[in-house]
């Protein structure tokens, strides 16, 4: 084989190769997987002086679950909260069994006394795709402002 035909042919076979995905990182494989940030994207709100209301915002294609959902009050520390995550699905993990699980978005209402102006939630909770990735628990701080 002549240097001008390898060349020719490596020019044709290159491109392909590259397109099939050989040269990613993962073997060939792309990754498929949101971060945790972008699966479950929760956020906390301040409706008066008493009540918040928080929300996850879950991905297609993923769900949270019902048992690992955890809210604390980590500040004003002499304040008190009550909450209660609402029904989930019922769904027969490999892992945990029978548990509940949400898809799309979870609202939780939360309410508070002895709260100050400002208050810090600890959040935290832990999902997985369908497509058979489960992330690890996951936790979020959040400190707002409460709306007299």
């Known amino acids: 084989m002549t240097p001008r035909f390898l060349s020719a042919l490596l020019a044709l076979i290159v491109p392909l190769v ?3 995905g050989f040269f990613d990182q993962r073997g060939g494989q792309q990754n498929e997987f949101l971060s945790a940030e972008d699966a479950f994207q ?5 409706m008066d002086a008493t009540t918040i209301q ?12 019902r048992h690992r959902l955890d809210i604390e ?3 004003p520390a002499d304040a008190t909260m ?31 006394s002895g709260a100050g102006p400002e208050i810090t939630l600890k959040f935290r909770y832990q999902g997985c795709a369908e497509a058979g990735l489960c992330y690890p628990p996951q936790t979020r701080t959040v400190t707002l402002e409460l709306n007299p």
């Open 18 to 20: 590259a397109s099939a």
């Open 42 to 46: 929760v956020e906390a709100l301040a």
């Open 54 to 65: 928080a929300r996850w915002s879950i991905a297609p294609g993923h769900y949270l679950y």
């Open 73 to 75: 009050l980590l500040n």
């Open 82 to 112: 009550q909450w209660l995550a609402p029904a989930g699905q019922a769904y027969e993990d490999e892992h945990f069994g029978q548990v509940e699980i949400y898809h799309d978005t979870l609202d939780v209402p939360i309410v508070v």
